[in-house]
């Protein structure tokens, strides 16, 4: 049973260009969480997601970011124009039922904007 | 703001030695989670906390849960080279489905 797969594990991008960022949770599971990593920081919640629904993007900055996670495909958190401050590494969850139950981390993507 | 604050933010302690890392947080909450984090990787869990006095124990490690006082503490016993790592906690707010995590303890285990 392969874990929460994410891609890329490195991402370089431009200031002012898109990042993509894709996450297939664990098989079975169908909650998928976004959470952000800044360095030397824990993890700060974002996004969270079922299929085809946002149910909670408290987290998310209002401009720039969106997320998805459609009936097939994995779920993609999508960063527009970035900034420097974007970068970070950016974790994917998935939990196969709310509350209480663990959620499953991905290896995450490291995203650098130069 | 609901704040989960984790002391200490660093250990470095020698092998062999006991020491405990305390995880207190500002909401109501029954559920409390600990990870452990290696350079570069991904987050693995180590417990699931899901009510009051609850303790969990695996190898080395114990973690418990005091939700009356807010606090998790997580407690190594004879510190090995291995459990060098950064450990966090994540409390689940009551009506949420998000972790909220703590700031993280860097552990790091000399000879």
């Known amino acids: 049973n392969a874990g929460v797969m994410q891609n890329p594990r490195h991402l370089v991008r431009r200031r002012g260009q898109e990042a993509r960022l894709r996450c297939s949770p664990m098989?079975?599971?169908?909650?998928v969480y976004w959470y952000r990593q800044l360095p030397e920081e824990g993890l700060k919640f974002m996004v969270y997601?079922?299929?085809?629904?946002?149910?909670?993007e408290s987290g998310m900055p209002k401009e720039r970011f969106s997320a998805e996670f459609p009936k097939e495909g994995p779920s993609i958190l999508r960063i527009q124009q970035v900034v420097r401050g974007d970068s970070a590494a950016y974790f994917c969850?998935?939990?196969?039922?709310?509350?209480?139950?663990?959620?499953?981390f991905g290896a995450g993507t490291r995203l650098s904007v130069l | 703001e609901l704040k989960v604050e984790q002391n200490p933010l660093f250990l470095s302690m020698q092998e062999g030695k006991n020491y405990t890392i305390y995880c207190n947080y500002s909401?109501?909450?029954?559920?409390l989670y600990w990870y452990r984090q290696d350079p570069g990787k991904s987050l693995e869990s180590l417990f699931v906390l899901l009510s009051n006095g609850a303790v969990k124990q695996e190898g080395r490690l114990m973690a418990s849960l005091d939700t009356k006082a807010r606090l998790s503490t997580l407690h190594i016993t004879a510190a090995v080279h291995d459990l060098s790592a950064t450990y966090f906690c994540?409390?689940?707010?009551?009506?949420?489905?998000?972790?909220?995590f703590g700031t993280g303890t860097r552990l790091q285990v000399f000879p």
């Open positions: 994540a409390v689940e707010p009551y009506n949420t489905d998000k972790l909220i």
């Open positions: 098989k079975g599971h169908s909650h």
């Open positions: 909401t109501t909450s029954d559920r």
């Open positions: 997601l079922q299929k085809e629904n946002i149910i909670d």
């Open positions: 969850a998935s939990s196969p039922l709310v509350r209480g139950n663990i959620q499953y």
